[in-house]
């Protein structure tokens, strides 16, 4: 039974209960969120009881993901899996294990095994790798090739999984017919749309996405719908072939909560700033109030090696709107594969524009941190500091480096200090605030 079977009965599960307390809300508020499908919880039967539920969707704080994945460009498991932790240890909600290269069965089963949080995959990625493998080209891959894939992913246990199925012969010829600067960046949006102009086929995954919700709902596996119709630019955002793919969003949306199966929606890449709350809003409406996965959101082009900043201006913007689950962008956006550090800057930079939003939108909690750290300024106590900071080695390692003489105050002001002067002449009497 799925997770959204399971609210609509009025049978609180484990994993509604972990939510509720991990968000400090009443467990009935989980309850009637996953039932209406606002909340999903990505936690397929097939994890381990270990495995941490995570809640995404309406009232709850911002979530983060991660992304990591082999190549067959010289990135190997090992490394992979050195990032995954990275990835964890900074603060990641979820992990996508988005392999192109090497054994992609067991390199999926070693994030699964290993990942204490939900973990996500594209299986069009798979299934095209294999048809290349098995039969020399992409566009040889067969529907049952794409299902098999599903149902082989689905078996061991994945809890989300990103499914290009909102992609049609009339989303293509809408985008032939306007034209665009950047065409299609989504890979598994690419490798479908070869795929249905070599065979002048409908998309298999659209045209039987009633197989897909079977095989999502055996598994308790949630869908999030794939955006491969995306804007990769800022001149390509909110054109018609986007609007036309998202209306088709919104009809699976309603036959996967039909069929008891949670379900996202991936949005855009690239926006600019005076779209994103339009676009997160549209979104919201003609998709019901499902959860929404923003993939940045890139603010502007021109910054490649800084574009965890431009999707971090972006994320904040689009989840004080309402989005709700931000996938990070690294340092190596458009560049190449990520580092190590590249993953940790990513999922930091990700998890500050979260959390900004949830300020914004006053989630439960987000308030108490930040006055917690306002306090532990005031007082000078720079272990408090570092404990509530959300990278706590970094401003421990800053604070050692350049500010070694042992003041209480830092470098920058010394003697000076305003939050030091101020609290002596004010007799360091606490100040109260509203």
Not at 286 to 296: D, T
Not at 321 to 339: K, M, N, Q
Not at 354 to 367: C, E, N, Q, T
């Amino acid at each position: 039974m799925t997770q959204m079977m399971a609210a609509r009965e009025g049978r609180v599960t484990p994993e509604m209960t972990h939510v509720a307390r991990d968000e400090k809300v009443p467990v009935e508020v989980i309850l009637e969120g996953v039932a209406r499908g606002t909340i999903i919880i990505p936690h397929s039967g097939g994890r381990s009881k270990a495995t941490r539920a995570v809640g995404i969707g309406r009232g709850l704080r911002t979530k983060v993901n991660a992304s990591v994945g082999a190549s067959s460009e010289g990135s190997d498991a090992g490394g992979e899996i050195d990032k995954l932790r990275v990835a964890i240890s900074a603060g990641a909600d979820t992990i996508m294990e988005l392999s192109s290269g090497g054994d992609l069965d067991f390199l999926r089963r070693q994030v699964l095994e290993i990942a204490p949080v939900p973990v996500g995959t594209v299986p069009i990625y798979q299934a095209a790798l294999e048809a290349i493998e098995q039969r020399g080209s992409i566009v040889d891959m067969t529907p049952e090739d794409m299902f098999e894939v599903i149902e082989r992913q689905g078996a061991d246990g994945v809890d989300f999984m990103a499914i290009h199925c909102a992609l049609s012969l009339e989303v293509v010829a809408r985008l032939r017919q306007q034209g665009r600067v950047a065409d299609i960046v989504s890979r598994g949006g690419a490798f479908l749309t070869a795929w249905m102009l070599h065979h002048e086929r409908e998309n298999p995954l659209y045209e039987q996405f009633d197989r897909v919700l079977e095989i999502a709902k055996r598994h308790d596996v949630t869908l999030s719908i794939g955006d491969a119709i995306r804007p990769g630019c800022i001149a390509d955002s909110l054109d018609r072939a986007q609007v036309q793919g998202l209306l088709l969003v919104g009809e699976l949306v309603e036959r996967a909560r039909e069929a008891g199966v949670q379900v996202m929606v991936e949005g855009p890449g690239h926006v600019p700033v005076p779209q994103i709350e339009a676009t997160v809003l549209l979104e919201k409406q003609v998709c019901k109030g499902a959860p929404y996965f923003v993939l940045g959101t890139l603010v502007t082009d021109i910054a490649p090696g800084y574009d965890h900043i431009t999707a971090a201006i972006g994320g904040t913007i689009a989840a004080t709107a309402g989005a709700d689950f931000i996938c990070y962008v690294t340092p190596a956006e458009h560049l190449g594969l990520p580092s190590a550090q590249d993953v940790r800057e990513g999922v930091i930079a990700a998890r500050i524009a979260a959390h900004a939003a949830d300020l914004a939108k006053g989630v439960k909690g987000a308030w108490a941190w930040d006055l917690a750290m306002a306090r532990a300024r005031k007082a000078l106590d720079w272990e408090a500091q570092f404990r509530l900071a959300m990278d706590p080695d970094k401003p421990r390692r800053l604070r050692a480096e350049r500010s070694p003489g042992g003041s209480d105050a830092c470098s920058m002001c010394g003697p000076h200090c305003a939050m030091k002067l101020i609290s002596e002449y004010l007799g360091r009497k606490e100040i109260e605030t509203c």
